[in-house]
């Protein structure tokens, strides 16, 4: 289960929030990702269809191509996902002008061609929320992609 984010200093801003009711229970284990500024780490929040909910990140380290893969599993989107369609996420980095996979994340099928994506938001400039998507068809071999400039 994602919980809802929220950026301390984007305090007069609401916190993102998933469309689904949900109650933490004793014996839950709750994980926070914490970055500080510096750190340049792509996280892609999603929600499929079929109500699974997963993570997938990644941390440019120069120019070039990042595959985003599951916080928990380590595995890309495509092998985390088959057979889903991914309807709502949120991506987060402060690379910004760097990013050069059309200010976001990419999805590219099993040939390399796009099928999905989303841009990204820059927590420290704006709270990031979740935003319907035309449905992205996920299979085995699609990847999460994003690019950098440097």
């Known amino acids: ?49 079929k109500g699974t909910q997963a993570i997938f990140s990644g941390t440019p380290s120069g120019a070039g191509n990042i595959e985003l893969t599951h916080i928990k599993s380590g595995q890309g989107i495509g092998a985390s996902l088959t057979g889903q369609s991914v309807t709502m996420a949120y991506s987060t ?28 938001t820059n927590p420290a400039n704006l709270q990031p929320t979740v935003q319907p998507l035309q449905p992205i068809p996920i299979q085995l071999n699609f990847v999460a992609r994003v690019t950098t400039s440097s």
Do not use: C, Y
């Open 93 to 120: 980095s402060v690379d910004g002008a760097k990013l050069i996979s059309g200010g976001g994340v990419l999805v590219l099928n099993d040939r390399g061609l796009p099928v999905g994506g989303q841009m990204a």
């Open 1 to 49: 289960m994602i919980l809802p984010v929220h950026i301390i200093a984007k305090g007069n801003q609401s916190p993102v929030t998933w469309p689904i009711k949900f109650k933490l229970q004793a014996g839950d284990t709750v994980r926070v990702m914490a970055n500080t500024a510096a750190d340049r780490e792509f996280a892609f929040a999603v929600m499929t269809s």
